[in-house]
C-alpha cells in the first residue's frame, strides 16, 4: 500500500506489443553500440578509454539503455552521454571504478551461468532486466542509475521528446501559451462565473 | 536597517522566517514591538528563483544531515530527507503551494469525535473553529487568499484540474474548485496577477504566491522594528535562575557564536528544528529539555497520510502548464468511521514536473527499468493528485537527538521517526480508490499509485493542550512550562486536520502576537 512500487491500475488496457518493438530496437542498438562507444572512448574522448574495455564499455551501454529504456522515443547518444558520465566519473574515482568494473564482470558472470551468453548478447529484454534486479541493491548499480536518472530525465535537451516545457518564466508563463488548451473535457468557470461564486 | 544590540533585553527574538516566524515578526513590528529574527538560511530574493525543480531543491532546501527513521518507506528510500523544507530567508513559504485551507469544526475537537484510538495519541484543541474563524478571516486577507473573504475570484482552471473536476463532475462530486489558494489571480497587495508559469513550489518567480520572503520580512524591517540576521542558526536558549528564558545562542556564517539576549522567546523553526533547539537547551533546571515537564516535545510528531496518484489520459494533458495545486477536491473530507478510518482527506492536483515525476514515480532502488520508463513516456497524458488526509498523533513518531553524531553547528543530528498508524493504511487505500475512479470517469488508461513524499507538512511536536501534562503550550502557543517563552509554528498542531497548515500557522502567529502585545503591556511577560 505505502510500499515503493508501482500499481498498475486494475482495468488497465491490453498492453501493445511493446517487447517486439523494445526487441528491434535492441537488435539495432547492439549492433552500433560496439562501434559507437568504441569511437566515443578511443576517439573523442581518449583519457576516459582505460576506464573500461570495449567490450565493458558496451555491456555498460546496454546495461544504461536497459536501466530506462526508451527505444522508440531516444536517441542511442543520449544513452552514450550517460556511458562518457559514468566514465568519467570512473577517471575520478579509483573506488568506484573498481566497483563498475567488478559489478559488469559479476553480471557477465551471472549471464553466462544461466544463459549461456554475455550480459550484452541477451536478446531478451525481460532476461536482462531480470539480471540487474538481483543487482539493483549494490552500490556500483545504484551509482550508474542514478547518473542515468539525471542525464535522461532532468535533462533539457530531451524534454520536448516526453512532451514537458519546463521553464516558462522568460516566456511569461504559460497563460498565453496553452495552459487551458485541452478540448476533450469542458472549459472551466468563465471570469464572470468565477467572480459571482466569490461575491455576496 | 536597523541593528539591534546583543544585550538588549527589550526584545523579542524570534526563531525562524517563516509562515510562523515571519508572519509574527511583521504582526509585532507593526504594534511597535521590537524583535530580532533568527532565520538559519540564507537572504533570497527574486534572482535566486529558477523554474528548474532539482536547482531549487539543491538551493534552498534544509539539507543538513537528519536521518529518517521508523515504518515508512522513506526510511528505506529517503534515509536523510525525513522532510521537504526550505533552509532560507522566508522558510517553507518559499516552497509552499499556496493552498489556504481552514481547518474543519470536527478537527479540532478530535478526542471528542473520534473517541479514544488505539495506538494514537490524539487530543482535542484548547480552541475551537469558531475562535479561529476572526484570525482565519485576518491570515486570508493577510495573504491575499482567493474566496469570500478577500472577494478575490478563484484562479482560471488548468488542464490537469480540467480533467479531475470532469471526473469528479461525472462521479457525482459537488465540492471541487480552483481554490482557495494565497495566490494572486488579481493584481492586489502590490503584487502581481499569476501567469500560470507553474513551478509554484520551487518559488514564485513573480511575487504572485503569498511568501513572507518579500511581504512580512521585509515589512516587518521597513518599520526600523524588526532586526533579521539570517545565516543565524538558533543553537540553544539560555534560563535565568528563576526559569524565564533569558537569550537564544547562535553561531553565525562564520561559525562564530553570540548570545541575543530576549524578553521574550519565540520558536519557529518548524516542527523538526523547534523541538530539537528546545531538547538540546536541556539544563540542569529542565534535565529533559525547555518546556517539557510533560514529556511531550519532539512528539506527536504528524506528516498528513499522503500519497500521489497519477492518471494517465487519452489525449495530450501538459499538467506542467500553470499553477502547481491548480485545484482541490473537497467532499472527502468528513469523519465517517464505516469508511474503516476516522477523519478526512483532500486530493489536490498537483502538477510534477518529469525530473520530479521519474524520481517519485517510484522511488528507492527499484524504480528503474521498463515499468518505470513507460510510464514516462506518458508523461504528457497524465493528471494527478496529491492525497492529504489527516494524520493520527501517536507518541511513538517523534523528533529525538542522535546519541553520537553531530552536525556542522556541533549539535546533535535529529532523528524524525514516522510509522504510519492503521487509521493512516485505510485512508490512503480509500484515497486511491477514490482517485482512480474519478479519473475512469474520464477515460484513464493507467493509474499510478505512489508513496508519500518526504513531508512539506510537519506537525505537532510541540503541541497545544489545556492540561499541561499533555501538552507543551497553551491556546496561545505559551509554553505551559515558562511564560516568556512561545511556539509559533506548526509544531503546536494538536491535530493535523487533512488541510495544509499554513493558513492555520499565519492565523495562529497573528493570534499570539495579539497575546504578546496584551501580555507585554500589562507586564506578565
Redesign the interface.
Known amino acids: 500500500?505505502?510500499?515503493?512500487?508501482?500499481?498498475?491500475?486494475?482495468?488497465?488496457?491490453p498492453e501493445k506489443d511493446?517487447a517486439g518493438v523494445?526487441r528491434r530496437m535492441f537488435l539495432m542498438t547492439t549492433a552500433m553500440a560496439g562501434v559507437t562507444v568504441g569511437t566515443m572512448t578511443a576517439g573523442v574522448r581518449p583519457g576516459l578509454a582505460a576506464a573500461l574495455d570495449d567490450q565493458q564499455s558496451a555491456q555498460l551501454l546496454r546495461m544504461v539503455q536497459?536501466?530506462?529504456?526508451?527505444p522508440d522515443?531516444l536517441p542511442l547518444s543520449a544513452y552514450e552521454d550517460v556511458v562518457a558520465t559514468v566514465l568519467a566519473g570512473m577517471d575520478n574515482d579509483e573506488s568506484a571504478a573498481k566497483a563498475v568494473r567488478e559489478g559488469l564482470t559479476q553480471l557477465n558472470a551471472m549471464a553466462q551461468e544461466i544463459y549461456g551468453s554475455a550480459y550484452a548478447d541477451i536478446e531478451d529484454?525481460?532476461a536482462r532486466?531480470g539480471l540487474?534486479?538481483t543487482v539493483?541493491?549494490e552500490g556500483f548499480f545504484?551509482g550508474i542509475?542514478w547518473k542515468?536518472?539525471?542525464g535522461?530525465?532532468?535533462n533539457k535537451e530531451l524534454?520536448p521528446l516526453?512532451?514537458?516545457?519546463?521553464?516558462?518564466?522568460?516566456h511569461?508563463?504559460?497563460?498565453d501559451?496553452?495552459?487551458?488548451?485541452?478540448t476533450?473535457?469542458?472549459?472551466?468557470?468563465t471570469?464572470e462565473e468565477?467572480?459571482a461564486?466569490?461575491?455576496? | 536597517m536597523t541593528q539591534f544590540d546583543l544585550n538588549d533585553d527589550t526584545v523579542v527574538v524570534i526563531i525562524g522566517s517563516g509562515a510562523g516566524g515571519g508572519t509574527l515578526a511583521n504582526e509585532l513590528a507593526q504594534k511597535g514591538i521590537k524583535s530580532v529574527v533568527l532565520e538559519a538560511g540564507k537572504r533570497f530574493d527574486f534572482g535566486d528563483i529558477?523554474?528548474?525543480?532539482?536547482a531549487m531543491f539543491n538551493k534552498i532546501s534544509w539539507l543538513d544531515k537528519r536521518y529518517s527513521a521508523g515504518g515508512?518507506?522513506g526510511a528505506?528510500?529517503h534515509p536523510n530527507l525525513p522532510a521537504w523544507i526550505v533552509k532560507g530567508f522566508g522558510g517553507s513559504t518559499v516552497h509552499w503551494a499556496g493552498v489556504s485551507l481552514r481547518l474543519k469544526d470536527y478537527e479540532f475537537k478530535t478526542r471528542t469525535t473520534y473517541g479514544e484510538i488505539a495506538g494514537a495519541n490524539v487530543e482535542d484543541w484548547p480552541v475551537s473553529l469558531e475562535e479561529m474563524v476572526p484570525w482565519y478571516e485576518k491570515a486570508e486577507l493577510k495573504m491575499g487568499v482567493?474566496?469570500?473573504t478577500?472577494?478575490?475570484?478563484?484562479l482560471?482552471?488548468?488542464?490537469g484540474?480540467?480533467?479531475l473536476?470532469?471526473g469528479c463532475r461525472r462521479t457525482g462530486r459537488t465540492d471541487y474548485n480552483?481554490g482557495p489558494m494565497a495566490i494572486n489571480?488579481v493584481e492586489r497587495d502590490d503584487r502581481p496577477s499569476?501567469?500560470?508559469?507553474?513551478?509554484c513550489m520551487q518559488g514564485c518567480?513573480?511575487g504572485a504566491k503569498w511568501s513572507t520572503m518579500y511581504t512580512e520580512l521585509p515589512r516587518a524591517e521597513e518599520t526600523g522594528n524588526c532586526e533579521i540576521r539570517t545565516e543565524a542558526m538558533a543553537l540553544k536558549i539560555e534560563h535565568d535562575e528563576s526559569g524565564k528564558v533569558t537569550g537564544v545562542v547562535y553561531a553565525d556564517a562564520d561559525g562564530n557564536q553570540h548570545l541575543q539576549k530576549a524578553r521574550v522567546v519565540c520558536v519557529a523553526g518548524n516542527t523538526i528544528e523547534s523541538p530539537r533547539l528546545l531538547l538540546n537547551s536541556a539544563s540542569s533546571m529542565f534535565p529533559d529539555g525547555l518546556a517539557n515537564s510533560s514529556g511531550q516535545v519532539g512528539k506527536n510528531y504528524m506528516t498528513h497520510t499522503t500519497?500521489g496518484c497519477y492518471?494517465v489520459?487519452?489525449?495530450?494533458?501538459?499538467m506542467?502548464?500553470?499553477t502547481s495545486v491548480a485545484g482541490i477536491v473537497g467532499d472527502e473530507v468528513k469523519d465517517v468511521p464505516s469508511r474503516g478510518f476516522n477523519g478526512g482527506y483532500y486530493l489536490e492536483f498537483l502538477s510534477l514536473?518529469?525530473?520530479f515525476?521519474?524520481?517519485f514515480?517510484?522511488?528507492?532502488?527499484?524504480?528503474?527499468?521498463?515499468?518505470?520508463?513507460?510510464?514516462?513516456?506518458q508523461?504528457?497524458q497524465m493528471s494527478g493528485v496529491w492525497i492529504c488526509g489527516e494524520d493520527m498523533a501517536q507518541e511513538q513518531n517523534g523528533v529525538t537527538l542522535h546519541e553520537s553524531e553531530v552536525d556542522q553547528y556541533g549539535l546533535p543530528v535529529p532523528v524524525v521517526a514516522k510509522t504510519?498508524h492503521n487509521n493512516?493504511?485505510e485512508m490512503?487505500?480509500h484515497a486511491?480508490e477514490t482517485t482512480?475512479q474519478i479519473y475512469?470517469a474520464?477515460?484513464?488508461?493507467?493509474?499510478?499509485?505512489l508513496?508519500?513524499y518526504p513531508a512539506s507538512h510537519n506537525m505537532g511536536t510541540n503541541r497545544m493542550h489545556a492540561d499541561p501534562s499533555k501538552g507543551v503550550v497553551n491556546a496561545h502557543g505559551q509554553s505551559h512550562d515558562i511564560a516568556n517563552l512561545f511556539v509559533s509554528d506548526g509544531s503546536q498542531f494538536t491535530s493535523s486536520g487533512a488541510c495544509n497548515p499554513t493558513l492555520t500557522i499565519v492565523a495562529l502567529a497573528i493570534r499570539q502576537a495579539e497575546y504578546l502585545a496584551q501580555e507585554m503591556g500589562a507586564g506578565n511577560i
Open positions: 500500500m505505502l510500499q515503493g512500487r508501482i500499481v498498475f491500475h486494475r482495468l488497465k488496457k511493446y523494445s536497459d536501466i530506462y529504456p526508451h522515443l529484454p525481460d532486466e540487474l534486479r539493483e541493491n545504484q542509475r542515468a536518472y539525471f535522461i530525465y532532468d524534454w516526453f512532451g514537458y516545457e519546463g521553464s516558462s518564466v522568460e511569461g508563463g504559460y497563460i501559451r496553452g495552459f487551458s488548451d485541452i476533450f473535457v469542458p472549459q472551466g468557470p471570469l468565477r467572480l461564486e466569490v461575491q455576496n | 529558477e523554474n528548474d525543480e532539482w515508512w518507506h528505506v528510500n482567493t474566496g469570500k478577500t472577494g478575490m475570484p478563484h482560471p482552471w488548468n488542464n484540474f480540467r480533467v473536476a470532469e480552483s489571480s499569476c501567469q500560470q508559469i507553474g513551478f518567480a513573480i500519497a492518471a489520459l487519452p489525449e495530450k494533458v501538459h506542467f502548464r500553470g514536473g518529469l525530473p515525476m521519474a524520481a514515480l517510484e522511488p528507492g532502488n527499484t524504480g528503474w527499468g521498463r515499468s518505470v520508463a513507460r510510464a514516462l513516456e508523461y504528457d504510519p493512516d493504511y490512503t487505500s486511491y482512480a475512469e474520464v477515460g484513464a488508461t493507467d493509474v499510478y499509485e508513496p508519500a
